[in-house]
């Protein structure tokens, strides 16, 4: 999973000061790289993973170069609002957010679930989770749920940096279960050996003025020339096959498609 295409070593460059100003063929991409297999740092410490690679090959499509900012999750709209970063790697378009920055068109959709041991029965649902510990990330549209659905019910709700920090706490027992999103568990953790005795529970969490109906690259809104490179982009990726590549490599036959 931790494989690099051959895009990644031709076109990133990765740096740590989210004050360097972006040239005009460089495209300054906010990510967190904490995120396996959507991003994370490869064996050498380069970004890698399937939303980096996605971003590779778009970058290469419209002959501009990605460099890469990394900060935490929860920093990201920030950053992009100061002008730090030009594009922040895909996250949920909800209505909140499409209020603070604009998006591109939809790259992939990433369905909701709860996430806990097999052998402990528990269900989405307030019911089912009074008085346990259930953890989120911070910035995240599960933490928005979460807090405004669960907290209230005695539901604790402990919230993470990043989902990393939340895998070790699973495994742990520190928490009972995690809110998150399901393919990033799934190749995140559940396919890993401390993974092994917990399972995806209960179906979709979901809330119309909440979730999103998919993920896209967030971009500044008065900023419609990077939006319209960005979707031309990802339509030449499409057309070429390069997407199609991209999600096999890291998903199998596993379906990312967004419902319009």
């Excluded at 179906?203 to 031309?232: C, M, W």
């Amino acid at each position: 999973m931790h494989q690099k295409t051959g895009l990644l070593a031709a076109v990133m460059i990765l740096i740590f000061s989210p004050a360097v100003p972006a040239a005009q063929d460089v495209l300054r991409i906010g990510a967190d790289l904490t995120n396996p297999p959507f991003q994370f740092r490869d064996k050498d410490g380069n970004p890698g993973g399937f939303e980096v690679d996605l971003t590779n090959a778009v970058c290469k499509a419209v002959n501009v170069k990605c460099r890469y900012v990394v900060n935490t999750f929860d920093a990201q709209i920030p950053a992009l609002l100061a002008r730090k970063v030009d594009v922040i790697l895909p996250l949920g378009v909800t209505p909140k957010r499409k209020a603070a920055i604009g998006f591109s068109r939809y790259v992939f959709h990433l369905p909701t679930r709860l996430v806990a041991r097999k052998a402990s029965h528990l269900q989405p649902q307030v019911d089912s989770l009074k008085g346990k510990d259930i953890a989120v990330q911070q910035g995240s549209i599960q933490e928005i749920y979460a807090e405004k659905y669960w907290r209230p019910a005695g539901v604790t709700i402990k919230n993470y940096p990043d989902l990393e920090a939340i895998y070790e706490d699973l495994y742990a027992g520190r928490v009972d279960g995690a809110l998150a999103p399901a393919v990033t568990v799934m190749y995140g953790f559940l396919h890993t050996p401390q993974g092994a005795d917990f399972a995806l529970t209960g179906p979709e969490v979901t809330d119309a003025d909440l979730f999103s109906k998919g993920s896209a690259y967030g971009i500044r809104h008065d900023d419609s020339a990077l939006t319209q490179l960005i979707n031309q982009g990802l339509e030449a990726i499409i057309r070429n096959g390069r997407y199609a590549e991209i999600t096999q490599h890291y998903f199998g036959a596993q379906d990312l498609s967004v419902k319009e």
